[in-house]
């Protein structure tokens, strides 16, 4: 019994730390993912968004610590080494299970790597509390802390990832850069159009705006191609159809008000 849950656990290790190096990969590339199927099922999305980070450290990496962990402990094969595992691994499946909560009411779009290292860690708890032995009675007595333990985690998980939300408001900023004639193009693809709109807050969604990528709202490729916009974000200052001088990349605040001559309040 121990023996098939040995190796259970351990392909599982591997196919976790696979799956987990790819996505912190997606997480700090600019390239594409395989499983970028649409706007509601993205490994990009997800992997880019404001909960793709605990304290400025990607959930990706977190995830390749514990199934790193996970094959340490098995292949070590010291005593006791299941119910450690089934401790462990209860107490990061409650984190894990709030940020697939996040991608179904916040981010609204599913990253199937992320949720297949959810049921890898499913069958890793299965499988080491049915080696471990454990009596229902005690495993419940030793569950019980640690799932609370979880939800304690999964709390300071929320707090942690919404305060890096913007709370000042840029409105002045913005409504400054739309009366100098300054468009803001992105691409609903794009990583760091979505790091640029988490440094503006809410008033990003007062920019004037063009969607270059054929799948976001409200598309216009052809407009985006006749301005030569080679890379997103980018931001274009006209003056009468003009080009008066354009800026790109990730800007921070005081780069695009000195850009438009702005002022910052």
Not at 79 to 97: G, R
Not at 117 to 145: N, Q, Y
Not at 212 to 224: A, K, R, V
Not at 241 to 250: A, F, H, Q, S
Request: aromatic letters at 10%.
């Amino acid at each position: 019994m121990k023996k098939s849950a040995y190796w259970v656990i351990v392909l599982c290790g591997l196919a976790g730390i696979g799956i987990m190096s790819y996505l912190t990969y997606i997480h700090y590339s600019a390239s594409k993912s395989f499983c970028d199927i649409s706007q509601e099922v993205s490994c990009d999305v997800v992997t880019t968004s404001i909960y793709s980070e605990i304290f400025g450290v990607p959930v990706s990496v977190l995830g390749l610590l514990f199934f790193a962990a996970v094959l340490f402990l098995i292949l070590k094969k010291r005593d006791k080494a299941f119910q450690t595992l089934f401790i462990i691994t209860l107490f990061a499946l409650v984190p894990s299970l709030y940020l697939s909560l996040t991608e179904l009411l916040f981010i609204n779009s599913i990253c199937i790597l992320c949720e297949t290292s959810k049921v890898l860690m499913l069958i890793i708890l299965g499988a080491s509390l049915w080696a471990s032995e454990l009596d229902s009675r005690k495993a419940l007595r030793m569950g019980a802390p640690v799932l609370i333990a979880g939800l304690v985690a999964a709390g300071v998980t929320y707090f942690a990832q919404t305060g890096t939300v913007v709370k000042k408001d840029y409105s002045t900023v913005v409504q400054c850069l739309n009366s100098k004639g300054v468009v803001y193009y992105k691409s609903v693809r794009c990583s760091t159009c979505r790091r640029q709109e988490m440094i503006l807050g809410e008033a990003s969604k007062k920019l004037n705006s063009v969607e270059c990528h054929p799948d976001g709202e409200n598309p216009q490729p052809e407009l985006c191609l006749r301005k030569n916009i080679n890379k997103t974000p980018t931001f274009l200052m006209e003056a009468g159809g003009t080009e008066i001088k354009r800026i790109e990349g990730l800007q921070q605040i005081k780069d695009l008000a000195a850009f438009a001559s702005c002022p910052i309040e």
